[in-house]
């Protein structure tokens, strides 16, 4: 299983538009993703409503993870998209 540890970046954390364009490039990247708070079971990265009832918050350490072997660029992708302030952009 190939992971990655980020902390959210945006004011608001992953909540409504943040969440909205995270989920939206996890279920664009083409592998299977999975957000959690570390040590916790993860969710489906590229649902809004399973990302969002996690209320994960503003400096939030959060692992991504799949378990395809190819999502290595997918996560780095994810990971660059979360160490953003996805609030403060259009």
């Known amino acids: ?18 969440a909205s364009r995270f989920t939206q490039a996890a279920a664009d990247c083409g592998h299977p ?4 708070r570390p040590g916790q079971p993860g969710v489906d990265a590229s649902s809004v409503l399973m990302v969002m009832s996690q209320g994960l918050g503003h400096g939030e350490e959060v692992v991504l993870a799949s378990d395809d072997a190819a999502a290595g660029p997918a996560l780095d992708a994810l990971v660059a998209l979360l160490e953003q302030d ?4 259009e």
């Open 1 to 18: 299983m190939l992971e990655r540890r980020v902390i959210i970046a945006s004011a608001s954390g992953l909540h409504a538009r943040p």
């Open 33 to 36: 993703v999975t957000v959690a």
């Open 86 to 89: 996805l609030d403060a952009q």
